[in-house]
């Protein structure tokens, strides 16, 4: 088995067509073809479904192909690690992140990373903490940051921040009551309630906070489930309901009183925000670099 061969089923299978793979590789047709077949001889397996119309893969092209994939992207990863850089240009290190570091995190640490290696390049690619950790452990992200810490036997954590979630509520005389009046957190199972998507990281921390409270979740009234935290934060602010937050996403509203917020124990509701790399394979310089960057600007959590 030779990766050109793994590199022209990866192809044809992103493109559903063995002309583009052909074309994008600089490659005939005839020699896409000729690859697959030698990879489908060698495995004794049907890889890809062809008719007139399209190019599919079959079921046990679907198995090799996550594969093929991974070895791929490993060969770029060898190649960067080695390439001189007189030779080959930087790749760009591909950085996922989860919603809160990305939005209010990773501007000014990219800019303290470009100030020290002016010639890096990157990717930034926000998504939930579950993909990230996901993308990080199939090797389609170099370098990651997330709200939470989620089991994975491939990842490395390095935690660098620490955030604080707490509920916000509308600025009503209502809210105002509750805030006034209330001593625990057992009066929201009766109220509204926002909540992120359920593979993010704010949403499991939420949930970690409200159970060491005592809350059953199971009879919470949460009215949406939403994946934009500068929306819930409108929707909060417009009397929909009440959600629970980062601090670092609401600092404004907070400070302009647009938003009120309800006290909770410091302990339960601070969490660490954190890198994410994969333990098995070295990192590429780039991300080196960045992880330094990251662990200068912040030094007060041990690592």
């Not at 089991?151 to 390095?158: A, D, H, L, R, V």
């Amino acid at each position: 088995m030779k990766l050109k061969q793994l590199e022209a089923f990866v192809m044809v299978a992103d493109c559903q067509s063995f002309s583009e793979a052909a074309k994008i590789l600089f490659l005939t047709q005839p020699t896409i073809s000729a690859h697959i077949q030698s990879l489908e001889r060698e495995l004794n397996a049907k890889l890809i479904a062809r008719n007139t119309k399209k190019v599919c893969l079959t079921q046990q092209g679907k198995q090799l192909y996550q594969y093929a994939r991974e070895m791929l992207l490993l060969q770029d990863k060898i190649l960067g690690l080695f390439a001189s850089e007189e030779r080959n240009p930087p790749k760009s290190l591909v950085i996922a992140a989860s919603t809160i570091p990305s939005q209010y995190l990773l501007p000014d640490i990219l800019a303290r990373f470009q100030e020290k290696y002016p010639h890096e390049q990157f990717e930034i690619h926000e998504t939930d903490s579950g993909k990230v950790v996901e993308a990080v452990a199939n090797h389609s992200a170099d370098i990651g940051f997330t709200g939470t810490v989620l089991e994975n036997k491939n990842c490395e954590y390095i935690p660098f921040y620490k955030d604080e979630l707490t509920i916000i509520m509308p600025n009503t005389k209502k809210y105002q009551n509750i805030k006034n009046r209330q001593s625990d957190l057992k009066w929201i199972q009766s109220e509204p309630i926002i909540m992120r998507e359920k593979e993010s990281g704010t949403r499991k921390e939420a949930e970690r906070i409200l159970k060491y409270a005592g809350i059953d979740l199971t009879q919470l009234q949460i009215i949406a489930n939403i994946d934009n935290t500068e929306l819930i934060k409108r929707s909060v602010k417009n009397g929909m309901g009440i959600t629970m937050i980062s601090k670092l996403a609401v600092r404004e509203e907070i400070a302009s009183g647009t938003v009120l917020t309800f006290p909770m124990e410091k302990k339960a509701s601070t969490r660490t925000l954190n890198l994410v790399y994969h333990k098995k394979f070295p990192l590429l310089k780039s991300a080196a670099n960045l992880r330094k960057t990251v662990q200068e600007m912040y030094p007060f959590i041990s690592y």
